[in-house]
């Protein structure tokens, strides 16, 4: 009895994490991407609880605000904490602020209602606000006077949906594309890999931009369009790694014993390619913002007054000398973003890198 | 060598031709009649007739694209319905200066990045390492219509060290080369870093070191020159996907382009230059390609042509 105890104690700590996983934890690098994706995660999931205002509010009394205007450490009688005064601008006399007032600002304020979710959550609850008649602007405002930091916070949402769609359009049918066209080899790769070389022959953003162009522009149009554009990177990878696993003696193994092509492509194939394939996705989803960024900031993809970073970028292009506040922060959105998930595909790849 | 060269070029024609089927297909899957997309949207019924005639659009699919091919062959790509150049003329006019952006930041590219790879890989997993490493990942996940608007906010409008747009001088191409390098430049780093590591780590350079015969600024030297050779293919296929990537740079530093031209155009709905603009991006991108692999044929003469 008491030895079969031990051995159970002595049995539980082999169930380790994988060596991959120690090695990608160990990543100071990996584990920052980690950190700003579920940042980035939390954002889009409470974004109407974190955002001051709704992404939509306008107020044509204080357009072009720059950050923080009005806004101050400490009150009026040096109580502790951020305090906002009134803020407005005129055409004559520019930026006034109205010191003789001043509101604290607070956790938990009861601000305009909103819905999320669909409806399914109905509150006016804010994770901070100012108690008082005033509104804050802690990045700034726009040409229409409204809130940046909630048009980001908004627009958080359209970024990743982008990624993770066009994303599942590169893997569903690239995946497959490839595997089928690796495995069965002969014709049927032939033709598959001519058409993946005509993809590749449009690089970078350009694929996208001809589905835009043909198809029209929009932000749905443009998911579809940078799915397809990964479309062929996938195919490309898993065909290369079908092929390195095809001849192995286990896929042999299970043909000899009668399994048939397919279902021992889809059980023993595929997933000997599912580590190059988790790494690109994470690339990819990179690759993706930035495209759909790129689309918004040319015009072709989000529509006004929708709140997608690009669009919000191109849009303060137009005032980048009055208002350099409105184009700088979507790009460093922006680059938050796209820098976690290549911090992640990065570490990814060298973790799961055999030879590492 | 003759008939690899051959080889690679029938393997490049598939794809020329498949480039020329999608040009083709872009206005006929479009929505709205190809007549009128090709005409313009205020031409009036006689020119939409005429271009119809002209392209054969009332025949079938496969007579359509003969027409198309035939037109091409001639140098035909029709007019533009903007301006009513024709579109040749207008690819003539830009396309140099798309060229010329693309050298300008490959040439940054190469020039910081080959340095900055090397350091990485001789400090490797030191600070430095880790720093170049950073800054290269912050280079890819960078917009470069972001960074050019950065450039241009900080060295033009409050430094004035640059003009703001436009081209002309060389003082006009720096910033825009630079942004559209910035890409370029992190690939080239860690491509050097990776080719650096692995040259450092063949026998014949540990015997080197083991005997200290050769001085480390040697070593490095010697090293380099092989590490150079897939160095030396990135940036060509880095330069093709340049001449597609300066759409973002060149609109954001009105930059008279190819680039800008496509997407002015397709803004206009303007269905021939888009056609002519995207078949040369892409046509050149396949034949950059080609001549990189060509050339990596050339200058590494461990590569067998079978």
Sequence with gaps: MTNAATETTKKAPQRRRPRWLKRLLRNPLAVLGFLIIGFFLVVVAAAPFLSPYPPADQSLRTTYLPPGTGVSWGGPEGQFGLWVSPATRSPIGGVKVDESEA???????????????????????????????????????????RDVLSRLIHGAWISLFIGLISVGIGVGIGVPVGAISGFLGGATDMVVQRLVDIMLAFPGILLAIVLVATFGTGLGNVMIAVGIASI???????????????????????????????????????????????????????????????????????????????????????????????????????????????????ALRDALDPRG | MLEYTLRRILIALPAIFGVIVVVFAMVRLAPGDPAVLLAGEFADQATIERIRERFGLDRSMPEQFAAFVSNLAQGDLGRSTRTNRLVTEDLAQFFPNTLELAFGAIIVALVIGIPAGVLSAVKRNTWVDALVTFIALLGVSMPVFWFGLLAILFFSVDLGWFPVAGRGTFSHVVLPAITLGVSSTAIIARMTRSSML????????????????????????????????????????????????????????????????????????????????????????IVVNLLVDLIYGLIDPRIRYD
């Excluded at chain 1, 600002?105 to 959550?121: D, N, S």
């Excluded at chain 2, 040259?199 to 050769?214: F, H, I, M, P």
């Excluded at chain 2, 480390?216 to 996907?241: D, M, Q, Y």
């Design chain 1, 103 to 145: 509101y604290p600002v607070k956790f938990f304020v009861r601000g305009e209602p909103y819905e999320w979710a669909g409806g399914l959550i109905k509150s006016d609850l804010r994770l901070f606000g100012v108690d008082g008649p005033v509104r804050y602007h802690l990045l700034g405002t726009d040409e229409q006077g």
């Design chain 1, 232 to 346: 062929p990177v996938y195919a490309r990878l898993v065909r290369g790694s079908v092929l390195s696993v095809k001849n192995r003696e286990y896929v042999e193994a299970a043909r000899a014993m009668g399994k048939r092509g397919m279902p021992t492509l889809f059980r023993h194939v595929i997933p000997n390619s599912l580590a190059p394939i988790i790494v690109q996705s994470s690339l990819q989803m990179a690759i993706a913002i930035l495209f759909a960024a790129g689309l918004g900031f040319l015009g072709l993809g989000a529509r006004p007054p929708q709140p997608e970073w690009g669009l919000m970028l191109a849009r303060g292009r137009e005032y980048l000398a009055v208002a350099p506040h409105v184009a700088t922060f979507p790009g460093l959105a922006i680059v938050l973003v796209v820098l976690g998930f290549n911090l992640v595909g990065d």
């Design chain 2, 198 to 285: 692995e040259v450092l780590d063949q026998d014949y350079v540990r015997t080197a070191r083991a005997k200290g015969v050769l001085g480390r600024t040697t070593i490095i030297k010697h090293a380099l020159r092989n590490a150079l050779v897939p160095v030396v293919t990135i940036g060509g296929l880095e330069f093709g996907r340049l001449m597609a990537g300066a759409v973002l740079t060149e609109t954001v530093f009105t930059w008279p382009g190819v680039g800008r031209l496509l997407v002015d155009s397709i803004l206009a709905r303007d269905y021939p230059v888009v056609q002519g603009a995207v078949l040369l991006i892409a046509v050149s991108f």
